[in-house]
């Protein structure tokens, strides 16, 4: 079982729409969880940290479940900007290393 | 915010040179810089973890005499990808972790080495 696994989509989705990805980890002792966005041919770019208690950023919500061990992101009104991958990450407990998910493509569509 | 810089971003080379890489933290120092890879259509996967002023930690897999890692100050790192193949051609990308500050990592803009 890979370590952070994702759907790799791709989801297409009309402009407006809400969409969610979930992501799961195997490593029941981790404790720090990350969105991150990727544009192609860029360097992945902070979306947000996720918290135990979720947390929201304007459109952009995140989800903890550490009992089934995943993280969701949710995104509501879906811009044609928010096309990307969306990259999950975990962070090896007693170590500041990440582990990446292959990422969840999302194409907004006019 | 917090910057961290990448040079060349773009390096195409012939079989068997050796290309070297920089990440610089330029707003802030960074204790430790991460070296990651990632394949077309992969996710990123971590490297080797750098920290300053002491012999870099490699990955499972990966060849510490290939990949050169030397973390001289607190604002720079270099990978140094020695005797280059074509199977070395990826995007490199670098980060880098505050001092004694929280797990957050950030990211260089890449650099994309293509060995002919």
């Known amino acids: 079982r890979k370590e952070v696994e994702q759907d790799p989509g791709p989801f297409n989705v009309p402009e407006g729409a809400t969409v969610a990805f979930n992501c799961t980890y195997s490593?029941?002792?981790?404790?720090?969880f990350f969105w991150y966005r990727q544009d192609c041919r860029k360097e992945p770019k902070l979306l947000m940290s996720v918290y135990s208690s979720g947390n929201e950023d304007g459109r952009f919500t995140a989800q903890l479940n550490r009992a089934s061990q995943y993280i969701s992101l949710l995104i509501r009104d879906s811009k044609l900007s928010d096309s990307a991958t969306y990259l999950c990450v975990v962070r090896t407990p007693g170590t500041y290393k990440y582990i990446f998910g292959t990422g969840t493509r999302l194409k907004v569509l006019a | 915010g917090a910057v961290v810089s990448q040079h060349p971003s773009r390096v195409i080379c012939k079989s068997g040179t050796s290309v070297k890489i920089e990440c610089r933290s330029l707003?802030?120092?960074?204790?430790?810089m991460f070296w990651y890879r990632q394949f077309p259509k992969q996710s990123l996967m971590l490297m080797a973890t750098s920290n300053e002023g002491s012999k870099a930690t490699y990955e499972q897999g990966v060849e510490k005499d290939k990949f050169l890692i030397n973390h001289a100050s607190l604002t720079l790192s270099t990978l140094t990808v020695t005797s280059a193949h074509p199977e070395d051609s990826s995007f490199y990308i670098c980060?880098?972790?505050?001092?004694?500050?929280?797990?957050?990592?950030?990211f260089g803009p890449g650099t994309r080495l293509t060995v002919l």
């Open positions: 490593n029941s002792a981790s404790q720090s």
């Open positions: 980060s880098a972790r505050r001092t004694a500050s929280t797990d957050t990592q950030y």
């Open positions: 707003d802030f120092q960074a204790t430790t």
